[in-house]
Structure formats: structure tokens, C-alpha cells
């Protein structure tokens, strides 16, 4: 049971100056208590605070993730003090997120990069001080490891020198097969019209990235600049998938302040679900690479993904009250439609990435 503060006697609410009658104010809501407390008022306040926090966060982790559109109903339906409001919980989802997946190393090169040290000895030793690729660091790590034998890491380790040759074919691709920047200042001295001021753009912008960064470093900083600009493109898109639902739906029942909120309490789902993943799969990296841990992960991944993608039909159905076949074709319609222009956000996101590497 709450502690019960001590009102104050004087009943003009401090915040708006309202005649307050009873415990709340009528005009603001504010509780119209003592301001000066004791550290002992202090302390019951914050546990206070903190339950109904956490009691209202897990309730409403627990209807998103379980109960597809519950959450979504109670609270057009008026029904919000017991749950997160979906702004919140949005940014809330979103910040931890994506501060745990910046803060967390690649998993993939987990082992590289624990035993970095280690490594970097036994290739000095090894190679007589030779810069290998991110590629032949991750095969002498997996033999130091035992994963990999003598003649297994030699057979990889020699594939990969005699690919190196092959490595320009993406970097022509990139620059529609110019080869530098000078070559092309020729070119358009000679034929102005040879190449328009955006092909020379891209090419002068990839070939200032490939001179100063190695293959592997492009595809570090890539990932980077992928992490801390991906809650942006969520945000932008978020308003255009609430736009669809808008299109599809009755406009005199369905307001797009409805489909707003269907639409926040949907991304927070999918960034949970990524959260979840992400963090199984770096605990199962700490459990090491045991057949049976990589079967449970495996289990782990399917389930999530299968979650991911079938919870919109669902969540649509009821959420919107349709008929079951009405319903379906209207959410893989919106399925399509939504996967069409996530992807051309992902290709002008990809673009916007890789000219922003410096």
C-alpha cells in the first residue's frame, strides 16, 4: 500500500492556485501535500515512484511482446495509467537499444579482437611483420583457437592471397569504371559532357574513401555510421507506415492519431524482439561454440524472426476488427508495400553511410 503524505492545510494548489478540496487539485491534478519532507518521506517516495515504474514497464513489455494490439486498445480505449505512454516507451526501447548494441564489440570478431594481442605476436612472429587482412586475422585466431588445423588455416590463408587480385571489381563498380580523379578531370576537359557533375561526385567521393581507408576499416566505419544513424531512419519511416495503415482503413472510424499509436507500439515490438536477439547472441558467444549451444541459438534466431514477421497479421486483425480474410490480404498488402520502401530507405540509407565515411 502507498504511503499517504500529509496534506497541507492551506487548500490553494501551489501550482495553479486553485481552491483544492480534497487530496488532488480539480484544475491541474496535482497533490496538494507538504513540500518539506524528511529524508525518511524521501525515501518511501522513491521507492514508491520506482515500483509503479517498473510494475507499469513490465506490464507493458509483457501485453506488447505477448498479446498483439492489447496494448494498442487500452490505450485509445482510455485506459493508460497502468502502462508506458507510447512515446515514451519508444524512445525508452529505442535509447537502450541501440546504446547496448554501440557499446557491445562485433560479435562476429569477438574472439579477434579479446585475444588482439595474442595474435598480433604469432603473426609477427609467424609473417615477418606483414600486414595481413581482417580475413587472415580471424583464420589464425580460429587456429590458435584449435578450431582450425595447420593445413586447413594454410589452405584458407593461400585462397584469400590469391583473391586479393580481385578485390578492384568493386571498387570499378563504384566508380563506373574510372580509375582516379585526375583521369576524370582529363576526361571532362576534353568532352565536357563526358561525365555529369553527379557520377563525377560519387566517383571523387569514393575514390577520396578507398585511398583513405583500407576494405576493412570502410566496413567498420560502415557499421558504425549504421548504428548510430538507424533510430533516425526509423523515426522518419515511422510516419509513413502509420500513412499506409491510414490509406487502408475507414477515415471516419480509424483517425491517423490511431494508426500513429498502432504504429509506435509496433516498432517498439520489433526493437525488443532485435534487443532480445542481440543479447542471446552475445551470451551464447561468452557460453563458447559448443554444438548445442549453436543449436539452442539457432532455435533462439528462428523463433525471434518467425515472431518478427508474424506478428503484424495479428496485431492488424485485432487491432482493426476485420474479417479474417479482409484482414490478411490488407496486411500483406501492407507487408509488401511497407518491405518495397524499407528497402529504398535502406539503399539511400546505404548511400547516405557510405558518403558520410571519411
Request: glycine share 4%; with cysteine.
Amino acid at each position: 500500500m502507498a504511503h499517504k503524505n500529509p496534506l497541507r492545510k492551506d487548500k490553494t494548489c501551489l501550482n495553479c492556485n486553485y481552491v483544492v478540496a480534497e487530496r488532488f487539485c480539480p484544475n491541474c491534478g496535482q497533490e496538494n501535500i507538504e513540500t518539506r519532507k524528511t529524508f525518511h518521506h524521501l525515501f518511501l517516495h522513491f521507492f514508491e515512484d520506482l515500483t509503479h515504474y517498473e510494475n507499469a514497464f513490465w506490464k507493458t513489455i509483457k501485453n506488447l511482446i505477448l498479446k498483439p494490439s492489447s496494448l494498442t486498445k487500452e490505450y485509445l480505449s482510455g485506459k493508460r495509467m497502468s502502462y508506458l505512454a507510447p512515446v515514451r516507451l519508444y524512445i525508452f526501447i529505442s535509447f537502450i537499444t541501440f546504446f547496448l548494441i554501440t557499446i557491445f564489440p562485433n560479435g562476429e570478431d569477438d574472439f579477434v579482437k579479446i585475444n588482439n594481442g595474442k595474435v598480433k605476436k604469432e603473426i609477427h612472429k609467424k609473417d615477418n611483420n606483414k600486414k595481413l587482412s581482417a580475413e587472415e586475422l580471424k583464420i589464425i585466431a580460429l587456429k590458435e583457437k584449435g578450431i582450425l588445423s595447420q593445413k586447413e588455416s594454410d589452405s584458407l590463408r593461400k585462397y584469400i592471397k590469391e583473391s586479393k587480385n580481385k578485390e578492384t571489381i568493386g571498387k570499378d563498380f563504384v566508380a563506373f569504371g574510372y580509375h582516379s580523379v585526375k583521369q576524370m578531370d582529363s576526361i571532362r576537359a576534353i568532352h565536357s559532357n563526358e561525365i555529369s557533375d553527379f557520377v563525377y561526385w560519387i566517383n571523387k567521393k569514393a575514390f577520396t574513401v578507398f585511398h583513405h581507408n583500407t576494405k576493412e576499416q570502410i566496413i567498420e566505419k560502415a557499421k558504425e555510421s549504421a548504428i548510430h544513424n538507424l533510430p533516425k531512419v526509423l523515426l522518419i519511416y515511422m510516419p509513413l507506415f502509420a500513412f499506409f495503415l491510414w490509406l487502408f482503413h475507414n477515415k471516419k472510424r480509424w483517425y491517423y492519431f490511431d494508426h500513429g499509436i498502432f504504429t509506435l507500439h509496433y516498432f517498439s515490438f520489433l526493437l525488443i524482439i532485435i534487443l532480445l536477439l542481440f543479447l542471446s547472441k552475445k551470451l551464447f558467444l561468452c557460453l563458447g561454440d559448443y554444438p548445442i549451444m549453436e543449436s539452442i541459438q539457432s532455435v533462439i534466431k528462428f523463433v525471434g524472426f518467425s515472431w518478427m514477421v508474424y506478428y503484424f497479421f495479428p496485431a492488424h486483425h485485432r487491432f482493426y476488427g476485420e474479417t479474417r480474410v479482409i484482414s490478411f490480404i490488407k496486411s500483406l498488402s501492407l507487408f509488401f508495400i511497407n518491405m518495397f520502401f524499407i528497402i529504398i530507405f535502406l539503399i539511400i540509407f546505404f548511400v547516405y553511410t557510405l558518403i558520410s565515411i571519411h
